[in-house]
């Protein structure tokens, strides 16, 4: 499944259809300069860590009174609690989640939980159907775009529609907890929101050009459990394409987890 050597035009993205939940993504409050207060509580925040079984390494700690996501202390990032609570992320990235970021030069706190579900819904959509996601792949489908100063993804034109986002997704910016930078990929960096994003021309799938399309079944979003997305991880095959889970220590080396 490599990405094709000689890809075509087509047109530009396509917005998915109104509703709801776009509404909420796209008429965001604030811009990642002006953002919103912590408006979530610390039994929430103890709650969430007990549920998705966190590891202490990791270092997750509640944000003080009054802070906004860009109150993270020095060595720390701000992580989103709808990523783990409906997006089904958890930690360490897989190797996919860390390309997809590292091709859009994204860092992660500044993708939406609307672009991170879409994410992952991709993967183990693939997953499932026993082919392994590729970023190159992914562009397929999905455009980036970016709204009030975060970034997510739109279905392109003439592409299978992956999934519908759940509903819940609401308030999204005031739940926050900062985690230790060791523990996301160390090749992530911040994009300027005024950089340009350039319009996928990559070939669209079609059974005549792509030869895993006929297998593919949309999956539709699913909250998995943590015995679920273990038992996703185990049926990976091979731990990492580039041998490298993505904890860091500050020495380079891998975190030992």
């Known amino acids: 499944m490599a990405e094709p050597s000689n890809p075509h035009s087509t047109p530009g993205e396509n917005p998915e259809p109104s509703s709801p939940v776009a509404a909420e993504e796209e008429e965001g409050n604030a811009p990642m300069e002006n953002l919103l207060m912590l408006r979530w509580s610390k039994s929430s925040f103890d709650l969430l860590i007990w549920d998705i079984q966190m590891p202490p390494e990791y270092g997750a700690i509640y944000p003080k009174e009054g802070d906004t996501a860009t109150n993270a202390p020095a060595g720390y990032v701000t992580m989103w609690s709808d990523f783990f609570s409906v997006c089904n992320l958890r930690l360490p990235l897989t190797v996919f989640v860390a390309e997809v970021l590292e091709w859009y030069k994204l860092h992660i706190s500044q993708l939406s939980p609307f672009g991170m579900i879409r994410v992952r819904n991709f ?50 910016k005031t739940k926050f907890f900062y985690i230790k930078a060791a523990t996301i990929t160390d090749k992530l960096q911040f994009r300027n929101v005024t950089d340009p994003i350039i319009t996928e021309n990559i070939s669209v799938p079609k059974a005549d050009t792509v030869d895993w399309f006929p297998k593919l079944r949309i999956i539709g979003w699913v909250k998995l459990d943590n015995m679920q997305l273990w038992v996703l991880r185990m049926m990976l095959g091979r731990m990492s394409r580039k041998a490298r889970p993505v904890v860091r220590e500050k020495s380079g080396e891998d975190a030992p987890l």
């Open 123 to 172: 993967e183990y959509t693939f997953r499932a159907l026993g082919m392994e996601p590729i970023v190159g792949d992914f562009r397929r489908f999905y455009q980036l775009f970016v709204s009030m100063g975060f970034y997510s993804f739109r279905q392109r034109y003439h592409t299978p529609k992956q999934m519908v986002p759940p509903k819940g997704m609401t308030k999204w």
